[in-house]
C-alpha cells in the first residue's frame, strides 16, 4: 500500500537548531574558533548615539565572510540565502524565526 506524507504545520514546535547542525558541518566548527569580539570597541566611534540602532557590526562581518565564502556579491541575494541555511543562522546567531534584517538591503 502506498502512503502519502501530508503536511501538517505545527503552531508550537520544539526545536534547537544547535541540535540540528552537524558536529562536523564547516559554519558550526568556525562558529567555535572563530572570537569577533574585538570588533565592538574598534567600530564603537562610527556609530552615533542617538537613532535607530544599527546592524551588529559581528554579524555584518559574518555576513561579508559568507558572502565570500559562498561566492555571493549581491547583498539581496545573501540576505536570502542566509535565511534559507540554518547553518548560516547557526553561524550568525539567529534563530529560525528571527528575520534576517529584511529593510536593511
Known sequence: MQGKKDYQEKLFA???LSERIPKANFY???K???DLE???PLTKVYYGSS???SIDPVVFF???LVG???NIISDRQLIQHSSMRLDILYFLGYDIDEELYPTFF
Open 14 to 16: 520544539q526545536f534547537q
Open 51 to 53: 537613532g535607530q540602532k
Open 68 to 70: 565570500y565564502l559562498e
Open 28 to 30: 558550526r566548527q568556525l
Open 32 to 34: 567555535a574558533v572563530l
Open 38 to 40: 574585538f570588533l565592538y
Open 62 to 64: 559574518k555576513l561579508c
